[in-house]
């Protein structure tokens, strides 16, 4: 590696030459994401003119630029990005193009007139490179594959895969080897298996689940010298269908989870199995790993064991029908189940008691809203409805913790390498922002220098009656960390847990797969070794250096890997990014139908509440439909606002009008970009309360801090347009009109206060024209 002294205006530093991918941005500058873990590197549009997104390279910093960014120079070219490009094709004055439709790659592609097939103008359509760009001359490809039109039904799914490169399509050897499975469990599959038929497991999932990968059982126990539970979580085996290094294997390894979008599963397995043979559907014959546990009274697991079984399942629950029953056991869903209904609250009790160790341990617990999009046959949204959790879902998410905890105990036990779920606490610099955050917002309560998961869930339910509760959560939940895969554990902070893994998943988590595979293994006395796997690739390499900085201990020579650990780190690295590839890909098609759902509604007028507050606006979740939207600062009105960092709001200066997480407004669908997934509002109008409020407190000279419900965090940062500094004035414009919308008439004592505010701020202004805008 070569290195060199660079001077400049902003200081000097030892500057090297580094590898990186590089990522392209959406209004044509990029950056190159360093292998080595350090911070990325920012390129000038000119610097991006010979490269795409996704491409590696060789890099120098040549300068800091004016925000104190290091800038850089691509000094070579390593690889160019295999992956094909989505895009429209267009045709202008002539020529055909396509304009991508991610927009981070930042140039349209020139296609030869004998190049796009049998593609139509505007249609969706796959292109590979043929020619790569130069610094004076735009990439050049030919058309591929031609997906449709725009508004064709699964249109946005059929992009995103291509677009993130998910594995959509298994392989022939893969789909050969599936169709010479049974249909059923075998006579012969049943040999060296506990025989649990009669055993009354159900399961309990939501009403559009089509694959059951856990079945439940209790039954009062005693435990010890007291009470107890004997509590059997029952998990498909698919690790008996899919035999190490198979077709089949090799396919779900490439996948490493399932995709779920509205509507279509992208499965890690094939049908055959994922919707049949390992399914645990009602009234058949599955095979399965159980792990069998003793729960004391306290909830704490005084035994367990492991073993695979054949298992009969006795009903399919749904969420809400086992939530109706413990609500009223003489109902006419319980009379439907009567001879189920014992075990359920026998469930119900196990559960309490989970609850109740789930407390002393510590663990966090905080309450977010969810939401699900509902579409019609032709793949279009109807509505977007809160989906939300209820006693029959925590119910059965303390037993899966509990048999995650205890497989993971087990591999622990036995000394053999294998998979965990690690989750770290809060790095020193994400400490420092939720300190600052929670001292601004005047809470009185903080974290240690070396929090306890205890700490933060003091917190939490400390503030679970304030009306800006769900912030402050979203707020301690942005200060950790993202939880990995790795064979090097070092337990599960937001959980509490010493130790934990994946068991309960396996049709769609191959972490999962991996953890059943181990467990047989040390059951039958031998070892399990991972196949030969494909080497860990772009987004295994983003994570690697995360990784090994996130499990050492900083204060021990780190020891040399073996062989072994090394492949399952790699293995790990590839779940995991492959997890953050299918949560983008789900996200990123959410966006597309949110976007084309509000095209439908633009001009209308709904009430909203702030869910983010940054130098260049607020982000603004509408009440009826859950979707959100930037109002963009110029939008505020005639006023300078400053962007508080450590409140997380922006503040009107002469106004004293506060917009931070938390604020009611009400809002004009203004503009919707599907491209660029994007919705901007147009104020309508401040709330009385707010203007109300704000001139009080300049009124009085007090300091005016914010009432609960207007202080709460960030949720997410956007694509800022236009200007990003932290104050400015919105100008005359927005001014015009906000008169416009109100059609020059005074209405209310409240509009005419604020009429004669604006136009006391504008005279201010253009007497004071030369104070710079901020």
Not at 247 to 266: E, G
Request: aromatic share 6%; charged share 30%; with cysteine.
């Amino acid at each position: 590696m070569k290195t060199t002294t660079h001077s400049s205006g902003q200081g000097a530093g030892l500057l090297a030459e580094f590898e990186g991918t590089v990522s392209g941005h959406r209004d044509g500058h990029g950056f190159v994401q360093r292998d080595d873990g350090e911070a990325d590197i920012y390129l000038p549009p000119n610097e991006m003119r010979a490269v795409l997104h996704k491409d590696r390279v060789k890099a120098r910093i040549v300068r800091h630029d004016r925000k104190n960014r290091p800038e850089g120079r691509v000094t070579e070219i390593i690889e160019r990005s295999a992956n094909p490009i989505i895009g429209r094709l267009l045709q202008e004055s002539g020529v055909w193009l396509v304009a991508p439709e991610d927009k981070r790659y930042g140039q349209d592609v020139l296609v030869p007139k004998g190049a796009t097939g049998a593609a139509k103008p505007g249609q969706i359509v796959v292109v590979e490179l043929t020619e790569p760009p130069a610094l004076f001359g735009q990439p050049v490809g030919r058309v591929k594959e031609v997906l449709g039109e725009i508004d064709d039904p699964g249109m946005e799914i059929e992009i995103a895969v291509r677009k993130y490169g998910v594995p959509h399509e298994f392989s022939e050897g893969a789909l050969a080897l599936a169709r010479t499975l049974p249909d059923a469990v075998r006579p012969a599959d049943k040999k060296h298996r506990i025989d649990l038929t009669d055993v009354p497991l159900v399961t309990i999932d939501g009403e559009d689940a089509r694959d059951f990968d856990d079945a439940v059982y209790c039954e009062p126990a005693k435990v010890g010298r007291g009470k107890g539970w004997r509590l059997l979580v029952a998990i498909a085996d698919v690790s008996h269908y899919v035999e190490t290094g198979s077709a089949i294997d090799v396919d779900a390894y490439d996948r490493a989870t399932s995709v779920y979008f509205p509507r279509r599963v992208i499965p890690m397995l094939p049908e055959k199995l994922s919707n049949g043979l390992c399914s645990l559907n009602p009234n058949v014959e599955r095979l399965c790993m159980v792990c069998d546990m003793l729960v004391n009274a306290k909830g704490e697991v005084h035994a367990y064991q492991f073993y695979p079984a054949v298992m009969f399942s006795h009903a399919r629950f749904t969420y809400t029908e086992v939530a109706a029953i413990l609500a009223n056991t003489r109902g006419p869903e319980a009379a439907q189940r009567r001879a189920l209904v014992p075990h359920l609250l026998d469930l119900h009790d196990v559960y309490q008691a989970l609850l109740k160790e789930r407390g002393v341990r510590g663990a966090v617990d905080f309450e977010t809203t969810e939401t699900q999009i509902v579409c019609d046959e032709a793949g279009r949204i109807e509505k977007i409805v809160p989906r939300t959790r209820n006693v029959a879902h925590r119910l059965i998410e303390e037993s899966m913790l509990a048999a995650n905890v205890c497989s993971a105990d087990y591999i622990s036990q036995s000394k053999h390498v294998g998979l965990f779920r690690v989750h770290e606490g809060p790095t020193p610099e994400k400490k420092d922002m939720l300190r600052n955050y929670l001292k601004a917002i005047g809470l009185g309560m903080s974290i240690s220098d070396d929090p306890t998961p205890g700490e933060f869930q003091k917190i939490a339910v400390a503030t679970k009656d304030r009306q800006d509760a769900q912030q402050i959560h979203s707020m301690l939940l942005r200060s950790m960390q993202q939880a990995i895969y790795t064979p090097m554990n070092s337990g599960h902070f937001g959980l509490a847990y010493e130790a934990y893994t994946h068991f309960t998943s396996p049709i769609r988590r191959y972490p999962d797969l991996l953890v059943h595979r181990v467990i047989k293994a040390i059951l039958n006395r031998s070892k399990y070794e991972l196949p030969l796997l494909p080497t860990p690739g772009e987004a295994e390499a983003k994570l690697s250096k995360r990784l090994a900085s996130r499990v050492k201990d900083p204060d021990q020579k780190p020891k040399k890997a073996s062989a072994d650990q090394l492949a399952w780190m790699a293995a790990g690295l590839h779940c995991s990014a492959n997890e953050r590839r299918a949560d983008e890909a789900s996200r990123d098609v959410e966006a597309w139908l949110k976007c084309k759902y509000m095209r439908e509604h633009l001009g209308e007028e709904f009430g909203g509440v702030v869910t983010a507050a940054t130098s260049f606006g607020i982000f603004v979740t509408l009440d009826a439909m859950y979707v959100e939207g930037l109002v963009h600062i110029t939008e505020l009105g005639g006023e300078y606002f400053r962007f508080d960092e450590a409140r997380q709001e922006l503040r009107g200066e002469r106004t004293g009008i506060r917009y931070a997480i938390g604020t009611r407004v009400r809002v004009q669908v203004s503009r919707v970009d599907l491209d660029g997934r994007k919705i901007d509002f147009r104020l309508v109008r401040e709330g009385e309360e707010l203007l109300n409020r704000a001139m009080k407190d300049k009124a009085g000279g007090r300091s005016a801090d914010l009432p609960d419900q207007e202080r709460s965090p960030a949720r997410k940062t956007g694509e800022p347009r236009g200007d990003e500094r932290s104050g400015r004035r919105a100008g005359k414009g927005a001014e015009q009109r906000s008169s416009a919308r109100s059609g020059g008439a005074i209405k209310s004592p409240i509009q005419a206060l604020k009429a004669a505010v604006k136009k006391s701020a504008a005279g201010a202004g253009r007497k004071q024209s030369k104070k710079p805008r901020r």
